[in-house]
DNA sequence: AACCCGGGGTT
DNA sequence: AACCCAGGGTT
């Protein structure tokens, strides 16, 4: 392995940061909130993905006691499309508690950041040297990548193990009056230059530094175990609509699976046969069986779990829903947090 | 340590 | 179709 030239290495990392990072909208601000919420997203997610979110939530909410003050259900719509809903709720959470025993001032030391729900080992370095300057590491898979690459690492990324030798790593070679610049550096990097397939190294400003270069792996590396194929799963949904035009939608329960969104029912059934769907419908007013129609095929993808739904159209009268169901018209379903899966459901609304 | 939890982009 | 993810919580 090639021995690092830690101070070469910072500059020349700092220097091709300084001169070629993007303009991203959380790097034009100071407040850690801000900061905060850009790292939240940026979890499992890409920039440009994240970007507009980033604006019309801090449109919705400006500060952190906005935030902290807003309806669960409205921060849940600002983050429908995002996906891990959870980091949305637990995000609340923190914010209020941030706001309750921090007195509105999010926290600058990593004992007190990491109590926050939602916020673990990376979230919390990524806050402390982003928005304080704090020294402390803040590891994501770009991370990884790079030093895995940098110092020809060949642990499985995917252990908790590796993890800490990449932390430790970070704590060596990271410049301590420039934590925040280093740390951002080395994850642009990772998206720009040193990417998961064909790495640009030729356009690398730490080429010279990289042991993959000079042994010829950075193909090689990372190393990750493959992850198991998701299981599919057989749905047939109902969109039932009344005689006022109104649909039903029912919001899911509080913990597992989209929690607390909002959908058109469903059952979990392989069966060609209608039988099961039309019973289904009928349970909600004795009006609707008969007229239960196959609509059309939705298919939806989540990292661990396919959804092949079978749309089931039906009309009449409803007369006997739950506390959790509700009867919405098209325009009240547009202030409600449905997944994308049963977004796209209600996009063929539009297309009659 | 293994599993759960979304969604979109790239090749 | 297979691959990639700017992680954290739960069990």
């Not at 507009?52 to 259900?73: G, I, R, S």
């Not at 252990?159 to 080395?186: G, H, P, T, W, Y």
């Not at 092949?308 to 159209?313: G, L, M, N």
Request: proline share 5%.
């Amino acid at each position: 392995m090639k021995i690092l030239d830690k101070k070469s290495f910072q500059q020349d990392l700092l220097d091709w940061y300084d001169k070629e990072k993007r303009d991203l909208p959380w790097r034009r601000e100071t407040d850690p909130y801000r900061i905060w919420v850009s790292e939240i997203m940026l979890q499992q997610t890409k920039v440009d993905t994240v970007i507009p979110y980033y604006n019309n939530f801090m449109e919705k909410f400006p500060t952190l006691q906005d935030l902290a003050d807003a309806d669960e259900d409205k921060v849940l719509k600002a983050w429908e499309g995002l996906g891990y809903y959870s980091r949305a709720r637990n995000l609340h959470t923190a914010v209020k508690e941030v706001r309750d025993e921090y007195k509105g001032k999010v926290p600058d030391t990593e004992e007190d950041i990491k109590k926050l729900q939602g916020v673990g080992p990376y979230t919390a370095g990524a806050v402390l040297s982003i928005a304080y300057n704090v020294p402390a590491p803040a590891v994501d898979g770009n991370v990884m990548r790079v030093l895995s690459r940098l110092f020809t690492i060949y642990d499985d990324i995917g252990k908790a193990a590796a993890k800490n030798k990449f932390e430790q790593l970070i704590r060596e070679i990271i410049a301590e009056n420039r934590a925040s610049d280093f740390n951002q550096a080395v994850m642009e990097l990772g998206a720009v230059i040193c990417t998961p397939t064909s790495p640009a190294c030729l356009l690398c400003p730490v080429q010279k530094h990289c042991s993959a270069k000079e042994e010829g792996v950075q193909d090689l590396l990372p190393v990750k175990a493959k992850k198991k194929p998701p299981r599919t799963v057989h749905l047939k949904a109902l969109v039932l609509q009344d005689e006022n035009d109104r649909f039903l939608v029912e919001k899911r329960p509080d913990t597992g699976l989209l929690a607390k969104l909002w959908q058109f029912p469903y059952i979990e059934a392989a069966e060609e046969t209608d039988e099961d769907i039309a019973a289904f419908a009928a349970e909600f007013g004795a009006a609707v069986e008969e007229e239960v129609n196959y609509y059309y095929d939705v298919k939806h993808v989540f990292s661990h779990l396919v959804w092949e739904i079978k749309v089931y159209r039906a009309e009449g009268k409803v007369d006997n829903i739950g506390s959790h169901q509700r009867l919405l018209t098209k325009d009240e379903l547009k202030e409600f947090t449905f997944p994308v899966s049963h977004q796209k459901i209600m996009q063929s609304l539009e297309e009659e």
